[in-house]
């Protein structure tokens, strides 16, 4: 279409990233196709901005990353596009490369970011095993200056669209490149991640007497982080697919996720063969204390901040005794749900199951 339309000279930037060279491709679809005595200059210009921060992403930006041919054009268009950037980011954060490096530094920091998320995973099933605690491991290892804290925040999984596609583009250039060594270490960050859904969620089903069939489980929190209504491969998905085919009843609240994106999610063919099975099964909420009245667990998915302010008490006395919390995102003060009742589970900390009872249906005070 730019080719259809171009009357003139053109510098064309692309934002996204791609399992191939985007810029090359998009050169070579204009070339064929451009008219005499039309010049393209294509730039790599690829975004960092993260979900619910984007416009703060925007206008404090850490660094812009342009890249471009090196030739002379090249060079020239990468400073006219650099000139709309310096009138709000310094121009010593505005990095120009070639376009390789551009499109490879994208992919990089998303992968290098997710890769963290998946090493602090793995020494949470080790804390586990062990009785350490992955919090106090993850920070005695982010004040480090070397490593710093960020992204070493234990979960159940990391989600989003980003992450998971761009590693999947890392493994897919590496392959082609011949470098089946490179794909297969950034191939088990994913995996990792997997492992750590598949974990979380049968932690949920030991720990309620390795059943929960017929039992209704309060998911709260379906968004794959705080401050979307984004659901694309959230951990919840993963989470909800395991117990509902362990024939579990799920009472699902999220402050920004519209019911029936949740309920596309969870019907779509690669979740389940019986949509109609799932429909009945699934129940959502407007209301947190509505989706955990008479349920016999609370599973924590989303680190939504009103989840920490909520009355554990009054949500107590509305739960099925003995009442269980599932913690997948390490945000609540578990010493104080203890006191208040709760069986009490989280990522990274060795479980504790004493003086349990073995009594279902305990009618909760409503």
Known sequence: MIAEIAQSNKIVVEKSTVPVRAAESIMHILRANQKPGIHYDILSNPEFLAEGT???DLLNADRVLIGGEETTEGHEAVAKLSWIYEHWIPKQNILTT?????????LAANAF???RISSINSLSAVCEATGADVSEVARAVGLDSRIGSKFLQASVGF???CFQKDILNLIYICENLNLPEVAAYWQQVIDMNDYQKRRFSQKIIESLFNTVSDKRIAILGFAFKKNTGDTRETAAITVCQTLLEEGAKLDIYDPKVEPEQIIDDLTHPSV???PENVKKAVQIHSDPYSAVRATHALVICTEWDEFVDLDFQRIYQSMMKPAYI???RKILDHERLHQIGFHVQTIGKKYQRSGLLRSWGIVPQL
């Open 98 to 106: 070639n376009t390789w490096s551009s499109e490879l530094s994208k």
């Open 326 to 328: 599932f913690d997948g």
């Open 159 to 161: 989600g989003g669209s």
């Open 272 to 274: 389940t063969e019986s």
């Open 54 to 56: 984007a416009i703060n």
């Open 113 to 115: 970011l997710a890769q």
